[in-house]
Every structure is written in structure tokens, then in C-alpha cells.
């Protein structure tokens, strides 16, 4: 199956228009040579032919129907077309949180009610593959090319798979740009989906919410309408871009930013990824990588918060320590 070259089908001007440029990300055959240059060196990469999730093809609405199982699946509901993901064990740091989105679990048979008679509200099924589902999903499952990624996972010494979500969105459904601390193997199924992605080098551009905020890994910038005046620095962003079809896999790398976009005025868009833990490095070298730095910054974030016990006493504190010594 040709992975997402062909027969793409898809009006690039249906992709909301944001206000930072853009390049291209490099769309590889897995056996290309810079292929793994770029995952090694954790940069993203579309990767064709890998024939990773073909038995996933197929999975459109009618067959996820059929073959998902009656298990109750989690499904986000939103007002508008962004579902900011949140950590509802951390709502309680932040008494004056409102979640943006509502939480619900529901059957596939209520999910697709919802899609067909959505009203004026919008749903994302994002739910981790697990053995609620049905005998023929399993063997679809199993059918993945798991010696591929197997093989990537030994090669670049990564972590364990920790899930497989299952992603199934309204078209123009929108995941606004955080990032993750896994790799990821993110293959897309059925419809389109754009992926804007920004390097972890871009952090101090794209303002995480604090670490304690239910928002933690989430940037406080709403693409729709930055707010430069708090967040100065969103000017000096620049993206990198893929539309991803049926069969295309997308490497996103550990901490690497992400904004994801269901085509509007289309199809449902179905996607599943592949989430692993980072590697463990052998010996630390200098100077460390900006992923390492990253993982640094969120540990000092978490060790203050914890001395102090007061978000609020944060920010004076570590001016004293930069202010006029390290600037
Ligand atoms: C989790 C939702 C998102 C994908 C993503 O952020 C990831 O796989 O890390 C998307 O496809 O809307
Ligand atoms: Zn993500």
C-alpha cells in the first residue's frame, strides 16, 4: 500500500492558517540511509513504506463498529474545535482550573451517535489499545509490523512501548502544541491530519504552563490568537510541517513540540501511535542535548515547587538566582 504518496487526497488551503512560517519535514523510505541519521539524531521524519499499521487500514467508523468491542472507551467532548489535553490529577494544585474539555466514557456505538449528531459541541475518542477489543482488532494488532519497530526501538536503544492510543477525530479537530516525554511512532490511517512541529530548542518560545498546572507540557500560546504581549518571544517561532495520509508513519521525537490538525470539511481522521520511553544513556557527554536540558529544567521546576510549597514564590525566587547574576 502506498503510505500516504499517491493517491493523496486532500485541499491544502482546509488547514487553518497560523501566523509563524514553515518548512518541510523530509518524507523517507524506511530503508533510506538518512532515514535513521534523522532518528538517531531525534529529529522528525515521515517514513514511508514501513507497513507498520496496514492491518490498520481498514479501521474505518463501520469496522471499528464491529471489531472494537463493547468496552467503554474515553472520549473527549469540546465547545470548540481545540482539545487541550489536561492531567486530572493535578486539577487539585489548581483550585481555579476549568477543564476545556469534558471527560466522558462511552461505548463505539455512542461515540458514532455523538459524530452523527454532534449538535454544537465536537468529540475525539482517544482511547489506549487494550484487551477490551475484539478478537479481530487483536489480529489486526498483531498483524503490525512489530519486526520494524521492533528493530527501531533496539537500534536507537529506546525505552519499553508504554501504549498505543487510538485516536478517532471530527474533521478540523485540533490538539494545540505540547510535547511528550516518550518517542513516538505516530501512523496515520484513515483521512488527513497536519503535524506542526516545533524543536525542543523553541521551549523558551512556546511557554509550557507551569509544571504543577494540569496543562503541564501544554503551551499557554493559543495558536488562534497568540497574546505577544505575554508571550513575546511566540514571534520567533518557526515550524516545521507534514500533512500525514493513510500509511504514512511520523517519527515525533521525545520532547519535540506538536500541534495536530484534522483536515475540516472531511472525513473522520483515524490514527494510531506508538509511545515509548526514552533510552537511557550510557555515559553523560557534554555538552548535554537540548533533551537533556529539558528533563533538567522540569526537574528543577519540580524540586522548587516541592521546597516551597507555593507556586507563587516561584518566579521571585529564581529572578534572585538570574537577575543581575546570570543575564
Ligand atoms: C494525542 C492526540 C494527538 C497526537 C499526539 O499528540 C501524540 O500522538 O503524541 C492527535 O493526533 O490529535
Ligand atoms: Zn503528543
Redesign the pocket.
Known sequence: MASGSGDRKYDPNKFRKYTFDTEPIPRLHCYHPDTDRLIANERPVVITDTHLADTALKWDLEYLAKHLGSGQHTVYRSKTHK?K?YDEKKIKNLPSFTPPTQVLRMTFAEFLDKLRNPGKDRY?L?QALNDTVGKQLVLDYLGFNWDYVNEQQRKFKWGPLTSN?L?V?MPG???PA?Y?E?Q?F?AQLRGY?R?LLFPPEQFGCLYSHPIHSPHDRQSQVDFDAPDLARFPRFREVRGHKVVLGPGDVLY?PMYWW?H???LVDSEV?V?V?F?YKGGTVDKIEYPLSIQQKVAIMRNIEKMLLEALHDPDQMAPLLCDIVKGRYD
Open positions: 482539545f489535553y475525539y482517544q492510543l485516536l477525530g479537530n485540533v490538539t505540547h511528550d516518550q513516538n505516530f491530519k503535524v515525533i506538536h495536530v490538525e484534522s481522521t490514527s501511535n509511545w
